[in-house]
């Protein structure tokens, strides 16, 4: 079967791929790819990304009502999960 993962990016190719083809602002790309293809860009990494590309190409457009300047929060990684093995030493 398909991933997650796989679905994910393909999901932000697709939208990069339409947004700069079509010359069309991020939101409006995302909005269009999730009507036709359902839920996509789930990874918060991917979806910083396309931000960026977009804002690299002058495609970010308006500021959607609420936005503030505020930059992205990083949410850091969890720690890897302790091995089965490693926890019985």
Excluded at 8 to 23: T, Y
Excluded at 36 to 54: D, H, I, P, T, Y
Excluded at 70 to 81: E, G, R, T
Aim: aromatic residues 8%; glycine residues 6%.
């Amino acid at each position: 079967g398909t991933s997650v993962a796989c679905f994910n990016r393909s999901g932000l190719i697709i939208c990069a791929a339409f947004m700069i083809f079509e010359q069309l602002d991020v939101l409006h790309v995302v909005d269009h790819c999730i009507k036709k293809r359902g839920s996509l860009l789930w990874n918060r990494s991917f979806q910083e990304q396309l931000c960026v590309l977009a804002a690299e190409h002058g495609l970010l457009g308006e500021k959607p009502e609420g936005y503030d300047d505020k930059p992205i929060s990083k949410v850091p990684l969890a720690p890897p999960p302790i091995k089965a093995f490693d926890r019985l030493t």
